[in-house]
């Protein structure tokens, strides 16, 4: 009876989100939060950390994120160690956050690897290893994760850390960008433009930013953007530019807010 009560509540819960209702949305899953349904501490989280229908606060997030974790949740687990990565809501801490990383990886976590492989990457705080990150990616991606695969696709298409390979690349970006995910799409999208791995298809190269843009990616938005005010494979036309411009500005991307206006 309990779990069946549970369930209704945090049905309740999501359908507040889809009609908008926050406020409602975040009181149902506090009140579950607070009866030790972990999964509703990760909701809520969501909610503290963008300032949705609650007062935006960090420390809450985390704090309801630790909550969840201890209850065993890898996702809320990735989650506290990019905030100790980023310090974001409590003190910056990468050996925290790296520890945090290495556990979830070993325990199959997609997300855990894919952020240690980019700290791997990047360099933040340890010496730079491609070859590591690209093990990392690849565990992720066998786990999953979208975003490890696409990250591992970059690394075959740009060879780092593996050996340069156009055809694996564009498989794994495919399987990200299918009918109901898009993360793959831009770089799909690149492929297809420069013809990597594939035949050179400008239609189908910007079918695919239009397709993210249209799922509010900023970063599609863009793209179409560029290739409006350079005339390249679309008539020039600087009003619509502009247009693709200020929506990738709206959706969070500064690059676009230097030609929205």
């Known amino acids: 009876l309990l779990t069946w009560m549970y369930a209704e509540q945090l049905s309740e819960g999501f359908n507040y989100l889809k009609e908008r209702k926050f406020e409602k949305a975040a009181e149902i899953f506090s009140n579950e939060c607070n009866q030790n349904i972990f999964t509703s501490c990760e909701h809520l989280a969501v909610l503290y950390s963008r300032g949705i229908g609650v007062t935006k606060n ?25 905030h100790y990565f980023f310090g974001i809501g409590v003190g910056k801490n990468e050996q925290a956050a790296m520890q945090i990383y290495e556990n979830n990886c070993n325990k199959g976590e997609g997300g855990s690897c894919s952020n240690l492989a980019s700290i791997y990457t990047n360099g933040d705080g340890v010496p730079k290893n491609q070859n590591l990150a690209f093990k ?18 970059s690394m075959y298409e ?13 498989k794994l970006y495919q399987d990200s960008c299918t009918d109901t995910k898009t993360i793959g799409c831009n770089s799909l999208a690149r492929m297809h433009m420069l013809g990597y791995g594939t035949k050179v298809d400008h239609k189908k ?10 799922k509010n990616d900023p970063y599609g938005c863009y793209e179409i953007g560029v290739l409006y005010s350079e005339g390249k494979y679309l008539q020039k036309n600087m009003e619509k530019a502009k247009s693709f411009f200020k929506r990738s500005c709206e959706l969070g991307l500064k690059e676009g807010c230097q030609f929205a206006d």
């Open 205 to 214: 190269a910007i079918e695919l930013l239009d397709r993210t843009c249209s």
């Open 58 to 82: 960090d420390t809450t997030a985390f704090e309801l994120r630790k909550k969840s974790c201890s209850g065993g949740s890898l996702n809320a687990c990735t989650d506290m160690g990019y």
């Open 136 to 153: 990392l990616y690849e565990k992720a991606c066998k786990s999953g994760h979208d975003q490890g695969c696409v990250a591992l696709g």
């Open 158 to 170: 740009e060879g780092d850390g593996t050996t340069k390979d156009y055809s694996k690349a564009l």
